[in-house]
Every structure is written in C-alpha cells, then in structure tokens.
T-cell receptor, first 114, second 114 residues
C-alpha cells in the first residue's frame, strides 16, 4: 500500500528558530512530491512542489524542501520561523505510474511561540 | 485562481440520515477527490473521479458513495450517517496527466453526526 510518513506529530519552536519537518514515502518509481499547509480555520494551500530537475525546491513564505531519492525523503525546511507559521503541515505524494490520486501523510502540527 | 467550493462549512445530521456533500470547481479539472481529515490520521482518500460518471474507490470507501454527473461537480453521499463519520470532509480537484499538476482544495465541511 502507498504510504507517506511524517516524523513528528507536534513540533514546538520559538520564533527565529530553524525548522525541519521530515517526510518519507514507501515506494519507488517516479513521484511528484508536495508540501501543503493548513493555517487555523483555513483550507489547505500548496507550499511547494517537486516534479523533476533540481532536487532543492523553493516555495512560498521562505520554505524550501529537498528531495533525496536514495532516502525516499522530501524534508521541509525554513531557516527562521515566525509566529505566523503556526499551522499544520502535510506532505503528499503522487505516483506518476499509478493512478491520479494524492497520498497524504498524517501531518505535523507546528506551534511557534512568540 | 482555481476555486473549489464546498456547499456547507458546517453540518449537523442525525444518525441514519442520508447526507449529501456538494463540491464544485471552476477550472475544468478532470480529476476530483473526496478526503476525510481526522486528527493524527491526515487526509484519507474516500473516492476520486477522473471523468464524468467515472469513479474509483479510495482507501476508506465503506459507507460512502459518490456522484459525478457534470465535470465541475462531485458529490459525496453518506447513505446512512453514523457517528463514526463525524469528521472534516475535504474536496479537491486537479488536472489529469503525469506531472505538473497539484491538488486544489475547498474550505472543507465539518460534519457532526449525532
């Protein structure tokens, strides 16, 4: 079965701290990778996506992610978080060779303390 | 901007009722999805549709059905609502084809079954 795991259920950081959220998936082949964010009371929004090419992708609001194919990982990073980054973050994978659907991880809740 | 609109933000229904959740997208996307979101479980796919009148079961289709009579509209039906179907329901749409496509989400419907 397709599987996406996220390393942390809840992360608590102070403002200006660096952030790294882990994401791993469980199958080979060509994949498209995504990070979505859900701010309190809002709908899911795309932070960034990887389809091919440079494995380091930059997204909105200073976020970036690195695709490491050998580790089946797509970790999200931000060098300095802000209180407004408090949200839930979801990693998602779409396999190019199988179906059209997106498989999501369980999410990581980020709390940034002012 | 792509817009995915769900008919209700909040619904309260009684056990045994038939419940309809409606979703409309305005970007001519081929694919549409229904997920449910529960704390600690992330988003789990209920059903998806890749064309009008076409549907595929996702990971948790039991107790649900769907209808797609028009390209822009995808309905989720709870045949006989039960308390374990209390959840947040998210509709999404995307273009078809490999790569270069992301999922766009509606604002969600929080359903409570009493």
């Amino acid at each position: 079965a397709q599987s996406v795991s996220q390393h942390n259920h809840h992360v608590i950081l102070s403002e200006a701290a660096s952030l790294e959220l882990g994401c791993n998936y469980s199958y080979g082949g060509t994949v498209n990778l995504f990070w979505y964010v859900q701010y309190p009371g809002q709908h899911l929004q795309l932070l960034l996506k990887y389809f091919s090419g440079d494995p380091l992708v930059k997204g909105i609001k200073g976020f970036e992610a690195e695709f490491i194919k050998s580790k089946f990982s797509f970790n999200l990073r931000k060098p300095s978080v802000q209180w407004s980054d408090t949200a839930e973050y979801f990693c998602a994978v779409r396999r190019e060779d199988y179906g059209q659907n997106f498989v999501f991880g369980p999410g990581t809740r980020l709390s940034v303390l002012p | 901007d792509v817009k995915v609109t769900q008919s209700s933000r909040y619904l309260v229904k009684r056990t045994g009722e038939k419940v309809f959740l409606e979703c409309v997208q305005d970007m001519d996307h081929e694919n549409m999805f229904w997920y449910r979101q529960d704390p600690g479980l992330g988003l789990r796919l209920i059903y998806f549709s890749y064309d009008v009148k076409m549907k595929e079961k996702g990971d948790i289709p039991e107790g649900y059905s769907v209808s797609r009579e028009k390209k822009e509209r995808f309905s989720l039906i709870l045949e006989s609502a039960s308390t374990n179907q209390t959840s947040m329901y998210l509709c999404a749409s995307s273009l078809s084809g490999a790569g270069l496509t992301e999922a766009f989400f509606g604002q969600g419907t929080r359903l409570t079954v009493v």
